[in-house]
């Protein structure tokens, strides 16, 4: 089999260069898409409380999909590093036309779901009819239209996966910046453009994801030699579809237990009052200015650690992650710094026109930022290592983390505070299993790195 003529720059590169390399540029297009996950937030709040709560409880399906496109492409993106690592170049092939048959079946079942179950889902947990109509709006867009998201994320992943974080940047930004533009114009109807209220935000979205997939496929086409894919006599190969699984699908199970959190807790809150389903919709925007830089961080590490396991270099290993905890934990603490100093100012972004239940949000949400944020203190570290685990092929460390942190432990504890105490306590059950949740990570690395990574031996060439 030949070699290329010079190892990938993942192998050589000095580690701090290379962590930024790859990760600056995820970082920055998360960035935007934290901007304008809060601008659509934003325009939404000004028609009326119930549009605002309706995209907030629209949360769980949106990261159900997020969580099987992503964690998909986690499952497709460590495996094709690690076999450029090996210099297997005709598994790199396969890895990525598998992964896009796996993302086209991902796509299709949520179409059938978002045309035929939206206004359930809404009714199941309300009968405030606003919210309910405004929600099935939504949501048969988001996940009627959902082929952009779908492979936005594997063009994205291909590319991350041989250190082309440049481009992904940009395909991420175009969707992003798409999106921030159009929103104003179909939700509030401007110029020619009919007044779609709630739907128009989600039409900006999947709109936005189709030009940024689109940007995506030109870029893998022309920019990204060490993959190839073509479909001429494509048949689903088992082997390396349980390949991306063995590590995807308890990255899939482990975020989609993020919407069975968001909707639990979304039933405990609602049950004060709907103002504070409310702000736990409206933290979830605003943290996302922080946490999506730590997982753009994380982004551009998975590749690393896995490109140098499968290269069989385990100091380049540990300095990786190393540096990436460092840096994650200065950008949680820098927000739990804002969250802490300016709640109030915070908040008051997504008040609706008519403000109402202004002084509500206020007194319930300026706590409940501060308290939550506490948190943050642990989160960076937390979530390295669960990228790391990913990238080693211990995605079951990863899913049995979250599995303790959101369902073990968040929601009882939450369930608990608010039967005991009411709703303010209810905020410290993040805090307290963020805390357990770092215990397990340090214990689950401490092995990852004895049984894997300290016996690594340079490969034969």
Known sequence: MSQPAQENKMGVMPENKLLLNMALPMIASMLIQACYNIVDSWFVSKLSQDALNAVSLA?????????????????????????????????????????????????????????????????????????INYGADYLSVVCGVSVGLFFAVLMERLLQATGQTFYTMIAQAVGA?????????????????????????????????????????????????????????FRPHGETIREIYSVGLPGIIMQSIGSVMVFGMNQILIAFTDTATAVFGIYFKLQSFFFMPVFGLCNGMVPIVAYNYGARKPDRIVKTIKLAVLYASILMVLGFTVFQVFPGQLLELFQSEEGAASGELLAIGVPALRLISIAFLLAGFDVVCSSVFQALDHGVLSLTVSLVRQLVVLLPVAFVLARAFGLEPVWLSFPISELICCVLCAIFLLRVYRRDVSTLQPREE
């Open 59 to 131: 949360f769980p399906v949106q990261n159900l999909m997020i969580a099987v496109s992503v964690g998909t492409a986690v499952g497709v993106n460590a495996l094709l590093a690690r076999s450029l690592g090996q210099g297997d170049q005709e598994k790199v092939n396969r890895t990525a036309v598998n992964g896009a048959f796996l993302m086209a079946l991902s796509c299709l079942a949520f179409v059938v779901l978002g045309l035929t179950c939206s206004r359930l889902f809404y009714a199941v947990q309300t009968d405030i009819e606003g919210i």
């Open 177 to 233: 910046i798409t999106n921030i533009i159009l929103d104003p114009v179909l939700i509030f109807g401007l110029g020619p453009f009919p007044r779609l209220e709630v739907a128009g935000a989600a039409w900006a979205t999947v709109i936005g994801q189709m030009l940024g997939c689109a940007v995506g496929i030109f870029f893998n086409a022309t920019r990204n030699p060490e993959v190839k894919m073509s479909f001429k006599g």
